[in-house]
């Protein structure tokens, strides 16, 4: 890749007006993976402005995967398609449909971003008392079934909603969806989890462990987990935060915060290991939405002849 495009720099504006031969080299740079900074260096060299090619790049990107990362920045760090919520770096509010959200801070490896005020307080407590009359222990996958096993790797209790279960649960992964650019039937159902003084659960890895025997049953049709999106309902009087071992970070739990972090393959240089950190004092209420590569009901596979 990166062998010489036909740049020709006019300050274009949109898409409809960018070169075909430019759009077809970026979106074949873009497909083969090459980091977007080399994309912008070549274009720079034919003359481009840096502002003007990663506008270019962006918008071509977008239009060959949709829901890909408008970010040049964030492209470097995931070569795939993942959940992203900021066009550019620097955004402190993000629009989400309904409302705008504060960002209140990111971090490139691990891809993460901490919003504040991402459900409001009736959104959390409605959340909660729906949830309360379904809570189960939780369990963690189980790694030769692919079924779910209890152990005290994970010590809280929860239940999953359906997808667009309530009015309440349809609104807010609308508002997920938009925010992250990422369709709502690529989302597994909204878990709701609670943690009582002591509960944890302890550092782990979102994705499916490519080694494990159950992983294609777990993966299926949907494809693999690529971010979390994790939603504090309310604020433990002390304790469990979410930490990241591998980049020394801890994310404070606040009623209305969320937290995502996104992964486009199932490795631990993502560093997306995670764990809830013990409650040590009172309760602790979070949800979590997992999102897909892929929607869980097959799209536009036509039926059979008849
Ligand atoms: O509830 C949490 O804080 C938490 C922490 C780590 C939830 C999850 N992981 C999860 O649901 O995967
Ligand atoms: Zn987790």
Request: with cysteine; glycine share 10%.
């Amino acid at each position: 890749m990166l062998t010489s495009p036909n740049l020709i720099p006019d300050g274009v504006q949109s898409l409809v007006e960018i070169d075909p031969v430019l759009t077809r080299w970026i979106a074949e740079n873009a497909r083969a993976g090459v980091d977007p900074g080399a994309v912008v260096a070549a274009m720079r060299q034919a003359g481009w402005a840096e502002a003007d090619a990663a506008k270019v790049i962006q918008d071509v990107v977008v239009q060959v995967f949709p829901g890909f990362s408008r970010n040049p920045f964030v492209s470097t760090v995931h070569a795939h398609p993942i959940p992203e919520p900021l066009m550019d770096s620097g955004s402190s509010y993000v629009y989400a449909g309904d409302k705008m959200v504060e960002v209140v801070m990111t971090s490139m490896l691990p891809r993460l971003v901490v919003f504040d005020g991402f459900l409001s307080d009736d959104e959390c407590d409605g959340l909660i008392e729906l949830a309360r009359p379904r809570m189960e222990r939780s369990g963690v996958i189980q790694p030769v079934t692919g079924g779910s096993e209890i152990n005290d790797v994970r010590t809280s209790t929860g239940m999953f909603f359906q997808l667009g279960e309530q009015e309440l649960v349809a609104r807010i992964e609308s508002r997920i969806a938009c925010m992250l650019h990422w369709p709502v039937e690529n989302g597994e159902g909204i878990q709701v989890l609670n943690y009582q003084q002591n509960a944890e659960y302890k550092p782990h890895q979102d994705f499916f462990d490519p080694a494990d025997v159950g992983t294609p049953k777990s993966i299926g049709l949907a494809g693999q987990r690529v971010g979390t999106l994790l939603m504090y309902l309310n604020t433990p009087e002390r304790g469990g935060g979410t930490v990241f071992p591998d980049a020394g970070l801890e994310v404070h739990a606040k009623k209305g915060r969320a937290v995502l972090f996104t992964y486009d393959q199932p490795s631990p240089m993502k560093k997306t290991l995670h764990g809830g950190a013990p409650v040590l004092q009172g309760e602790k209420w979070s949800a979590t939405k997992w999102m897909r590569q892929r929607a869980f009901i097959p799209q536009g596979i036509p039926g059979p002849r008849r």
